[in-house]
Nanobody, 124 residues
Framework: QVQLVESGGGLVQAGGSLRLSCAAS????????MGWFRQAPGKEREFVAA????????YYGDFVKGRFTISRDNAKNTVSLQMNSLEPEDTAVYYC?????????????????WGQGTQVTVSS
């Protein structure tokens, strides 16, 4: 498994931006795809974005609509999520996850390692 630690969450006004980061340690980081998921109170966990092992391919949830960008730095063992034009509906705990596969995946079943989560709150 991979140990993952997220950072960068916080409180932001609607229309603002946040950048989430996830630091990984453990198995070879560059061998696996990475993803971001989120969970709001009373709702199921939702896929946000994923990136393949090399960073050449990305995949986003439908609700993102060009507002978020996932990226990775294999030299630094980090994956980031740049979130722009944030909306109150984006309020949730955001989780970083490491996949068992090399290709970007939306299904949480393909991820075997999860961070502790970071809270993002968007005020209206």
């Amino acid at each position: 498994q991979v140990q993952l630690v997220e950072s960068g969450g916080g409180l932001v006004q609607a229309g603002g931006s946040l950048r989430l980061s996830c630091a990984a340690s453990g198995r070879t980081f560059s061998s696996n795809a990475m993803g971001w998921f989120r969970q709001a109170p009373g709702k199921e966990r939702e896929f946000v974005a994923a990136i393949n092992w090399s960073g050449s391919s990305t995949y986003y949830g439908d609700f993102v609509k060009g507002r978020f960008t996932i990226s990775r730095d294999n030299a630094k063992n980090t994956v980031s999520l740049q979130m722009n034009s944030l909306e109150p509906e984006d309020t949730a705990v955001y989780y970083c996850a490491a996949s068992l596969l090399t290709t970007a995946q939306a299904m949480s079943a393909f991820y075997d390692s999860w961070g502790q989560g970071t809270q993002v709150t968007v005020s209206s």
